[in-house]
């Protein structure tokens, strides 16, 4: 295969997550980097293997508290996923809660709201309001209202997500 080949960037990416499972953020990220290089060589800067890794790459940044980079991960993963999968994707929702955080961590609390809501009515309309993923949109919401001082929209969509919880069980 060579080492320039996707699927020693595949490889590269799934040793990144265990690293990642072990938090060894650190460690996945040159990993990733080395895989999102061989992806972009190889299938082209928008592919949707390249958005995963764009993912990946963000999570592990803001697990490192790297919040601009972060940021600009996930807008690029989004950016390729909305490309390639339309814009009520699944994939697209999940990277916009990841992008929600990393807004809610740098206190952009107005685009975090935005984002928030927009994976959330992904989740929905998809999967519906009780799948664990919608929950969680709805947990990182409470999170976002207790940021900003507002503890009775907190604990409202607390109450949401741990409901939506409870019924999915």
Avoid: C, M
Avoid at 8 to 19: E, I
Avoid at 58 to 69: L, P, S, T
């Amino acid at each position: 295969l060579g080492p320039n080949h996707p699927d020693v960037a595949s490889t590269l990416v799934n040793l990144g997550n265990v690293l990642v499972i072990d938090e060894r953020f650190a460690d996945a990220d040159p990993l990733y980097k080395r895989a999102l290089a061989i992806q972009e060589a190889a299938l082209g800067k928008e592919h949707p293997k390249v958005a995963f890794t764009l993912h990946n790459l963000g999570y592990a940044a803001e697990a490192q508290k790297r919040y601009a980079e972060a940021e600009d991960f996930n807008r690029r993963a989004i950016a390729i996923r909305e490309a390639s999968l339309g814009k009520d994707h699944l994939e697209i929702a999940t990277t916009l809660n990841s992008l929600g955080n990393v807004l809610l961590a740098q206190k952009k609390y107005s685009e975090a709201e935005t984002v928030f809501q927009r994976a959330l009515a992904i989740y929905e309309r998809s999967v519906g309001i009780n799948h664990p993923n919608a929950a969680l949109t709805a947990f990182n919401i409470s999170r976002l209202e207790a940021a900003r001082g507002k503890s009775k929209a907190a604990l409202d969509w607390s109450r949401k997500s741990v409901n939506a919880l409870l019924v999915a069980a």
